[in-house]
């Protein structure tokens, strides 16, 4: 009974509660595991069931198909959602959420994880996507990573096996990493000890970050964030830029819309289905490359079929 997934997870679990963009069918079954004893009994049972496996974070760079997925969703459940630091070290479970991070690292006097404030992803998801932003380095805003910091991780293959990596173990790029099917359950960073004084910078920075975002990115509606990555065009314009320059903010199908607040955001209005924001992001894409020839490459990842 332990081989079989019915002990260890649930069937028809709706996708869209799961995730940012609030679309999608149910998940055929659906793990939440509490322990690393937990989700390497999950992973010999997707194995020898033979199930097909989707690992979840906070769902905030996915965008489901209305069929669902049939197979295994894996999310690490609230035991993975731990913190804590040693020295200059954050060390944290993989379903800790990036800006709960940032504010526990300030708290202890620990700067350069300012990046993630305003990123919604968990540190396990983030670290597999390398997510990235704008962040503070004590003088100047300046662009950092999940990467920049890392200094190693605990991951789990899919057959059970656990696995301590250092950063230079794994290949990161923009948006990108080498881990593959790699579930990571801990990660350890190692950042800025600050004085009191320097802290209250680093906050005053985050603040700012706060501010930008809210009034350049649409914060309050329902998106899976930047939908493409910048592409190199010409005087390396931003995606954001190139799809406004086509007057294609507002451009809609069904309840998905091209955000008016910035164009690399594809929102969901409340009743957007999973096909209305694939429709959409396609449609973009036809356009863009028609008229510019350019070629936009996804940030969001499309899970199951339309
Ligand atoms: C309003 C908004 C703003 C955003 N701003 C930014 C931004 O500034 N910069 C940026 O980079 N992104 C941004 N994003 C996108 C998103 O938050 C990030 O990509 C985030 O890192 C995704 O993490 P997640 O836990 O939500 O992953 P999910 O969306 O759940 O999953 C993404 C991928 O990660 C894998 N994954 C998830 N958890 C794990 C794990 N524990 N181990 C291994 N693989 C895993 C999944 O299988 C999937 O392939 C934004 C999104 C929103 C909605």
């Known amino acids: 009974m332990h081989n079989s997934i019915q002990a260890w997870a649930h069937a028809n679990e709706a996708l869209a509660r799961h995730t940012t963009m609030r679309v999608g069918g149910a998940a055929q079954w659906w793990a939440e595991p509490q322990t690393e004893a937990e989700l390497a009994a999950i992973l010999q049972a997707v194995q020898h069931g033979g199930y097909p496996l989707q690992v979840l974070g906070a769902g905030s760079n996915l965008v489901p198909s209305d069929s669902g997925f049939a197979g295994v969703v894996l999310k690490l459940g609230d035991g993975f959602a731990w913190h804590r630091v040693e020295e200059n070290r954050l060390i944290t479970g993989g379903a800790t959420l990036l800006p709960k991070l940032t504010k526990f690292a300030l708290q202890h006097q620990l700067g350069n994880f300012e990046w993630a404030c305003g990123v919604p992803g968990s540190a396990g998801g983030s670290i597999w996507g390398n997510a990235g932003a704008r962040g503070f380095n004590g003088q100047a805003m300046e662009s950092r ?6 200094e190693s991780l605990i991951a789990y293959d899919r057959a059970g096996k656990r696995h301590r990596l250092l950063r230079h173990d794994v290949e990161f790029s923009y948006r990108r990493s080498s881990l593959g099917e790699l579930i990571v359950v801990e990660a350890t960073f190692a950042l800025k000890p600050l004085n009191e ?5 680093h906050r005053a920075a985050v603040k700012d970050l706060l501010k930008k975002r809210r009034e350049t990115q649409p914060t309050n509606a329902a998106s ?4 493409w990555k910048n592409p190199q065009y010409g005087d390396c314009r931003g995606a954001g830029e190139l799809i406004e320059s086509l007057g294609l903010k507002g451009h809609r199908v069904g309840g998905a819309v091209v955000s008016p607040i910035h164009a690399n955001f594809v929102v969901n209005e409340g009743h957007a289905t999973g096909a209305d924001v694939r429709n959409l992001i396609k449609e973009v894409e036809e356009i863009v490359e028609r008229e510019t020839g350019v070629h936009l490459e996804r940030e969001v990842r499309l899970l199951g079929e339309s």
């Open 145 to 150: 990573d999940a990467a920049t910091d890392l």
């Open 197 to 201: 004084e320097q802290a209250q910078e």
């Open 224 to 227: 899976a964030g930047c939908v």
